[in-house]
């Protein structure tokens, strides 16, 4: 089922019905994908009919919240008119397959997240529309760098976690927005530390002057915002809670996302 749909998109495509384009089929490069919130893992593996996939396991310890973001390699995805993004999706159970896109290489747009029902019947093609401003999240508008994905939403709220509940991600498809460069996600020369810390973080650059500094949580919410103007900034994490971040540290240059670990 999961080589027809995506010949299918594929055909279509072609032929003009629709502006989607594959984005990630994880057969290349590996993309960066991250793990949080407790989630026991998120890795680019070989799925059960034999190709290469993005699994996610759970666990019991993480947050009803936990889930893996996958951030995309060449393009940002484009979502001011075609809201929809769709993933051939396998899981033996069924499960709400929450979804959820971010914008951290312009924060422009803004966080959206979509529900669709799995049936459990292995592979799955889902499409998600990110219009249903669930979650605290309001329609998507704009252009997205990542999308992240959650296995324990019930509707209204998170379930309890369970240990080893896993699913796998295959063939995301979505219309492509602006073409992505090295300069978007990595500064030349910059370091952070230490991390993980209990109190702050230290970011310096050599010799590219910090425009702006944001900081997000793993929700996309912005808890903190500087601007240093200075090749060396201190980010105080006193007042967060324990959990992963994300910085957005912009230069004339461009900009970069690291990821902090606050104990």
């Known amino acids: 089922m999961k080589k027809i749909t995506y010949l299918f998109v594929l055909l279509a495509v072609s032929l003009g019905y629709s502006q989607q384009v594959l984005q990630e089929d994880f057969e290349g490069t590996a993309p960066t994908v991250n793990g949080f919130e407790g989630l026991g893992s998120a890795t680019v593996t070989t799925d059960p009919q034999g190709d290469i996939a993005f699994e996610l396991i759970s666990a019991a310890s993480g947050q009803g919240w936990q889930g893996a973001e996958l951030i995309f390699q060449n393009n940002l995805i484009d979502l001011t008119s075609d809201l929809t993004v769709s993933a051939d999706v396998y899981?033996?159970?069924?499960?709400?397959?929450?979804?959820?896109?971010?914008?951290?290489?312009?924060?422009?747009?803004?966080?959206?997240?979509?529900?669709?029902?799995?049936?459990?019947?292995?592979?799955?093609?889902?499409?998600?529309?990110?219009?249903?401003?669930i979650d605290g999240t309001v329609t998507a508008n704009g252009e997205y760098s990542q999308i992240a994905f959650f296995p324990?939403?019930?509707?209204?709220?998170?379930?309890?976690?369970?240990?080893?509940?896993?699913?796998?991600?295959?063939?995301v498809t979505?219309?492509?927005?602006?073409?992505?460069?090295?300069?978007?996600?990595?500064?030349?020369?910059?370091?952070?530390?230490?991390?993980?810390?209990?109190?702050?973080?230290?970011?310096?650059?050599?010799?590219?002057?910090?425009?702006?500094?944001?900081?997000?949580?793993?929700?996309?919410?912005?808890?903190?915002?500087?601007?240093?103007?200075?090749?060396s900034a201190t980010i105080d994490g006193s007042n967060l809670k324990a959990g992963i971040y994300f910085a957005q540290v912009r230069t004339a240059e461009g900009s970069s996302s690291i990821k902090l670990i606050k104990q």
């Open 91 to 133: 899981s033996t159970s069924a499960f709400n397959a929450f979804a959820k896109v971010e914008d951290k290489v312009n924060s422009t747009a803004p966080p959206s997240a979509s529900s669709t029902a799995h049936t459990g019947s292995g592979w799955e093609n889902i499409t998600w529309t990110f219009n249903q401003g």
């Open 152 to 171: 324990f939403w019930n509707g209204a709220g998170w379930d309890t976690p369970v240990d080893g509940f896993t699913f796998y991600v295959d063939n």
């Open 174 to 231: 979505a219309v492509s927005g602006a073409t992505l460069g090295v300069e978007d996600y990595q500064l030349i020369d910059f370091s952070t530390y230490p991390n993980p810390t209990r109190d702050s973080w230290t970011v310096k650059t050599k010799n590219k002057v910090m425009s702006s500094i944001q900081v997000f949580d793993v929700l996309g919410k912005n808890v903190l915002s500087m601007k240093p103007n200075l090749d």
